[in-house]
């Protein structure tokens, strides 16, 4: 696989970096770079500075001289500007629950904040990954070669962040990660160079199928995804029905993506399970809740849990066909005053209300740039360091913090769609039943296992 | 209870019946391409892109011009249709004498555009077509719930479907369509307006396309997508059946929803790829498809 491991060169080059910045602007470390390459050094005093850094790097102290060097070297902000790239699906499946709205929420968070920091200009451009892990790496080093990008916004896919969290990672840049769900990006897939903002597949697993067994629904069909992330949901939903007493009576595992669920459907009423469990993520899922609302299941006495379900999921299908579903969620724009009047601005700039992942953007990227301005200097890890310092807490998360292994955990909501003659206008679309307390929603630390994360 | 190969009766028989509903899809759809690559010689790449216009211009009809559900079955259709004459008169015709490789090229451009400037305007969550009431609820059929839309969906797509055959193989009109592409400058030396009949044949197969998009509407969600998705598929189905047989794309239409309906219970991880199996196997056996004329 090529996004395994970076090569021992590769490391080589990151640590070099680091040194790089310790020189005034870029042509003179692009200067001694290529002059190393070629053995000709162009004055002694270079010649004595590269020695300088190879002996410090060989000698036993080097472990503290980088720190320290780190440290005094990065007090500043590379390039005088914060460059900050926004990848995304911008055209395919998940556009509209990232996409464009994403993109603009990343703008509001930087207007926002006035533009610039400390005095630095803030620049945002952006990309569309084409849900390709290849094409999603490949701008994102780009983005680090030829505009030394300080800040990675947006991710989408799972398949796409965890191949360019380890570009990242190589090249000792920082990443955000807002919208995918695969948990394992901060348990074994975990860098120091990104961090997990808005949601993962643990809570989702944890807040909903919880709750639905609690209720009574203690038999369960599933009907999974056919890919990584269908799988990893369907044994976290396992182990949860699991433990609290309820039975996987049965489940097929569908290709990704399908249009037509209705066979599937028809084997999940064949089943006789209290319970249709929907391991699946956007058109999936909205396929498969039409066809079972066609086929009346809700009225034969089933009942339907969907995993994965984004605000314009529920706002596409319409109340008739997904009333009563239970869904786990990070926010929700109407959930009090100050989720509402940020979602309001939203609406204004861009016609259609914030999914979880689009406020979480916002969020994320305000609390980054409060980071720099606080610290003076946009280096990964004095940033992240003073990014777990604060505690987290805007219109978007509650009882925040950042943990160690780069998941931003906070409180969580179980919600119900409502009926349509319950829903008043157009978005008015969830009731909160629940919150699910921040410390009990994510994946424990205790079972972390992320090589950042001492246990 | 009567089991086949470890399923219950009932299951099976409910597969087969939907199996039957898919294939109408499929069989509509892989008759317009049919039509007009056996008559045309284009390959219509853009048939995806207006099978989905169709379902959007039901949608679209409906949210602002109050246009019902009946009323779209005839309109999207034709709207659908007089476009497609539109590309047929300003582009295929300029390229009508080169390599049918143009042609899909052409298509495959159009599809993009098309879905390419909707996603921008609609996203691609999609969006919801109500069930008209008429064909709200369904039947208990002693071995399924039938959905009436589906049932109405069935119908409909054959009656379509075997009108369009009898058409260009029964009738006056299908005569001369076929022997227009057969010798055009003779037909033309008999009086017979050739182009005007490619320009309409070829309006007449994406209105094909269109109809099955109305029918599509209730179904799934309305997405630019949706017609992309489809389309390979499509393909396939044309390819087993015989590029250009209009009676092998019904027949084999309807065959590969059975026989996709039946993966779904034995084995549904290949349910997506069951078709191009199939086709592999048909190309290797049989190159001229099931029902083609050996060339």
């Known amino acids: 696989m090529r996004v395994a491991g970076p090569p021992p060169e590769t490391r080589h080059q990151g640590t070099e970096k680091k040194h790089n910045s310790n020189f005034r602007n870029h042509d003179e470390a692009r200067l001694i770079h290529s002059a190393r390459h070629n053995n000709k050094l162009p004055n002694r005093a270079m010649e004595t500075k590269m020695t300088f850094i190879k002996k410090t790097l060989a000698s036993s102290v080097a472990l503290a001289v980088t720190a320290v060097m780190a440290t005094a070297a990065q007090a500043e902000i590379s390039d005088g500007e914060i460059r900050i790239g926004y990848l995304a699906d911008m055209s395919g499946t998940y556009r509209d629950l990232a996409g464009p709205g994403g993109l603009e929420a990343l703008r509001m968070a930087v207007e926002d904040f006035g533009g610039s920091v400390n005095g630095a200009p803030i620049q945002v451009f952006s990309a569309d990954d084409r849900n390709s892990a290849d094409v999603g790496a490949n701008t994102v080093r780009e983005w680090i070669d030829t505009r030394n990008v300080d800040m990675v916004a947006g991710l989408v896919a799972s398949s796409v962040t965890i191949a360019v969290t380890r570009v990242l990672e190589e090249n000792n840049s920082f990443g955000i990660v807002s919208a995918s769900a695969a948990s394992s990006i901060t348990n074994e897939h975990c860098t120091p160079n990104h961090i997990h903002w808005v949601y993962d597949t643990y809570p989702l697993a944890n807040g909903t199928a919880q709750a639905v067994v609690q209720q009574g629904g203690d038999t369960w069909f599933m009907l999974t995804a056919d890919y990584a992330f269908g799988h990893a949901l369907e044994s976290d939903v396992t182990r949860v029905v699991e433990e609290n007493g309820g039975q996987i009576v049965g489940g097929v595992r569908h290709p990704f993506p399908t249009d037509d669920f209705s066979s599937y459907i028809l084997q999940a009423q064949g089943s006789g399970a209290k319970i249709i469990g929907l391991a699946n993520a956007g058109a999936d899922t909205v396929n498969a809740i039409n066809t079972a609302s066609q086929f009346g299941v809700v009225e034969a006495g089933q009942q339907l849990a969907g995993l994965l379900v984004f605000l314009n999921d529920v706002h596409a299908m319409g109340l008739d066909a997904t009333q009563g579903l239970l869904l786990t969620t990070g926010w929700y724009w109407d959930m009090d005053d100050e989720a509402r009047e940020w979602a309001e601005r939203y609406y204004e700039r861009v016609g259609r209300m914030p999914t979880m992942v689009q406020a979480g953007i916002y969020s994320s990227t305000y609390h980054y740039l409060q980071a720099v301005e606080a610290t003076g200097s946009d280096d990964p890890a004095t940033v992240r360091e003073h990014m777990m310092r604060q505690p987290i807490h805007d219109f978007f998360a509650r009882n925040g913090r950042l943990r160690e292994d780069g998941r931003m955990v906070h409180d969580m909501y179980l919600a119900r769609v409502k009926s349509p003659e319950e829903s008043t206008h157009e978005w008015d679309l969830y009731e909160i039943l629940t919150t699910i307390p921040a410390e009990e929603a994510y994946r424990p630390l205790s079972e972390s296992q992320c090589k950042l994360v001492q246990n | ?295």
């Open chain 2, 1 to 295: 209870m009567t089991m086949i190969f470890g399923v219950p009766l009932a299951v099976f028989m409910g597969q087969l019946l939907l199996g039957l509903i898919n294939g109408a899809f499929y069989a509509l759809l892989s008759l317009g391409l049919a039509v007009i690559f056996g008559l045309l010689k284009i390959v219509n790449f853009a048939h995806g892109a207006m099978y989905m216009l169709g379902a959007f211009a039901t949608l679209l009809g409906m949210r602002y011009l109050g246009i019902n559900y009946w009323a779209a079955l005839l309109l999207a259709p034709l709207f659908v249709g007089l476009l497609g004459m539109l590309i047929e008169r300003v582009l295929l015709r300029r390229i009508g004498h080169l390599d049918h490789l143009y042609g899909l090229l052409l298509t495959f451009g159009l599809a993009l555009i098309f879905e390419g400037t909707l996603v921008n305007f609609f996203g691609v969550s999609g969006a919801r077509y109500p069930t008209p009431e008429a064909l709200q609820g369904g039947y208990q059929t002693g071995f399924m719930f039938l959905p009436k839309y589906r049932a109405w969906v069935l119908l409909a797509a054959l009656v379509v479907c075997f009108a369009t055959w009898y058409i260009i193989e029964r009738t006056r009109l299908g005569a001369y369509l076929r022997a227009g592409t057969e010798n055009p400058a003779l037909m033309q030396a008999f009086g017979v307006n050739v182009p005007l009949l490619v320009t309409l044949t070829y309006g007449f197969g994406v209105a094909l396309a269109a109809f099955a998009g109305v029918l599509a509407a209730p179904l799934y969600p309305v997405s630019p997508t949706m017609g992309s998705n489809l389309l390979i598929v499509v393909f396939a189905v044309v390819v087993i059946g015989g590029m250009g047989s209009i009676l092998g794309a019904i027949v084999t239409g309807l065959a590969m929803g059975l026989i996709e309906g039946l993966t779904k219970v034995y084995y549904p991880e290949a349910a997506n790829t069951v078709i191009f199996l199939v086709m592999i196997l048909v190309l290797l056996l049989r190159p001229a498809g099931l029902f083609g004329k050996e060339a």
